[in-house]
């Protein structure tokens, strides 16, 4: 009882000490944050939690891909570039006639002539990419189309390639001084709320601020979403029971290009991914309110805090012999596993990995201290030891010649 009250006395310096070293490695962290080594780690850890999340499927999404195949097929796009028009007018047409909630269109127009969907009339709305190009260091949108349809947005894809990897978006761009709703939250919105569908160029003006880029919320690869192909949907559209089926009711319909020549593939945490796939996990993220939350520099602090104070308070009270192992393996342990369920609970990204390294060095450090206080009492010890040996040996003399003297009377 007396060592146990004696080691819970110096837990209020044990504590400062650890606080002080967290503290540090939390503003060492902050203050390398925007380097690329931290943020490469900060990648890495947050590329590994959407592996760990796993698949989640995005059952109010299809995608209608123009494949390899729909595009070299003579009787289809026979490999020309841009798309043919008439084709691409006729596959929306087809697309709205099944049913579909809303449909969202990835093919760049730029190059088609201006009247090109004058004869587009749709029951659904529809939302176009919208081409966006570096002017004098601004952006300039391409100009806007027009159609008959009840309906027709447009909003550039905005995406966002970090180290090369898509990562990022932005729901809403600054362009001429005014906020410009991206494609993803364009569909997002008319998907949601057909009365907030826009006509001509009212889908350029958004409201709010740009407020910079986001995390892509990635539910899974490729492989969460339905699938037709461009070829299926047109043949199948001439059948007479096409429209009374309704193979597509209520969905949300993306059409884009999945063949090579489109150049629209990227790298992403979860491996490769066309253009029309990526944004299909934007608008599934956002419908799912599944969008990554990324913690705010006060946000982290505190949380580094409360969690390194609490893990250097269980080391003290592990038993000395296991207090060093448990820092290095429990430490890691505790940090990975509410990472994970911030992530997979709330989509809440917080990086801990500051902390574990302060409360690691904290775990030395106080290793260090500790085995030269023992040493340091061991020495005292030895002292002790050789200073009671020699008086035992001079009371041990003593007696030795106080027996002679004795014996010799």
């Known amino acids: ?28 962290t902050a203050a390398l944050h925007h380097t690329w080594f931290v943020e490469r780690l900060e990648l890495t850890n947050l590329d590994a939690l959407f592996v760990l999340s796993g698949s989640h499927q995005a059952r109010d999404i299809t995608i209608v891909e123009i494949s390899d195949e729909d595009y070299a097929d003579k009787q289809m796009f026979g490999g ?20 579909a909630r809303a449909i969202g269109v990835d093919i760049l127009t730029s190059d088609w002539p201006a009247d090109s969907l004058k004869n587009l ?14 002017v004098d260091g601004g952006l300039r949108l391409d100009p806007i189309m027009s159609g008959d349809g009840q309906d027709l947005c447009q909003g550039p894809p905005a995406l966002e390639q970090v180290d090369g990897v898509a990562r990022k978006y932005f729901p809403l761009l600054s362009i001429d001084n005014r906020a410009v709703a991206s494609f993803s939250t364009l569909l997002r919105q008319v998907a949601q709320d057909p009365g907030t569908t826009c006509r001509g160029d009212r889908g350029a003006a958004a409201s709010g601020k740009a407020s910079g880029s986001a995390y892509i919320g990635f539910m899974g690869n490729a492989a969460i979403f339905s699938r037709l192909s461009a070829g299926a949907v047109i043949a199948g559209s001439e059948a007479p029971q096409w429209g009374s089926r309704q193979l597509l009711k209520n969905q949300i319909v993306l059409v884009g290009g999945t063949y090579k020549h489109a150049r629209d593939k990227y790298a992403t945490p979860l491996g490769e991914m066309y253009g029309v796939e990526i944004l299909g996990n934007i608008l599934a993220s956002e419908l799912a309110h599944a969008t990554v939350t990324e913690a705010g520099s006060t946000t982290f602090v505190i949380a580094d805090l409360l969690l390194g104070f609490a893990l250097i308070t269980i080391a003290y009270y592990v038993p000395r012999p296991w207090s060093l192992p448990a820092t290095f393996f429990g430490a890691p342990m505790i940090a990975v596993a509410l990472n994970m369920l911030l992530f997979l609970g709330w989509r809440y990204y917080l990086s801990f990995m500051p902390v574990v390294v302060g409360v690691m060095v904290h775990g030395i450090v106080e290793h260090v201290r500790e085995h030269r206080r023992l040493m340091r009492e061991h020495a005292e010890l030895e002292e002790r030891h050789r200073s009671l040996q020699l008086e035992l040996s001079k009371l041990r003399s003593g007696d030795r010649a106080q027996s002679v003297q004795q014996t010799r009377e």
Request: no cysteine; proline share 6%.
């Open 121 to 134: 009339r749709l029951r659904a709305p529809v939302v176009w990419v919208r081409g966006v190009e570096e």
């Open 1 to 28: 009882m007396v060592g146990l009250k004696q080691r819970r006395t110096a837990f209020a310096p044990y504590a400062w000490r650890g606080a002080a070293l967290v503290l540090l490695a939390t503003a060492i």
């Open 80 to 99: 020309i570039s841009p798309l043919k028009p008439a084709l691409v007018v006729q596959l929306i047409q087809a697309i709205d006639a099944a049913g």
